[in-house]
């Protein structure tokens, strides 16, 4: 499953939560790490990231 933030270029960016490694507040948004040395900047507050990001994780009916 794939979740969707605004990027800080303001373009539409494709999250796969289970790769995530680590979440950190940054001025502009919040910065999402991935292995290897990825990572991406979103404009969304680091509180909405990560309820996204456990909605995205948690079990579905």
Do not use: Y
């Amino acid at each position: 499953m794939l979740v969707m933030f605004v990027g800080t270029d303001r373009t539409q960016t494709a999250i796969n939560p289970t790769q995530v490694t680590f979440v950190t507040q940054v001025t502009d948004g919040t910065r999402i790490r991935f292995g290897e040395g990825r990572s991406v900047t979103v404009t969304e507050p680091i509180d909405a990231v990560i309820e996204t990001l456990n909605q995205a994780l948690r079990p579905h009916d």
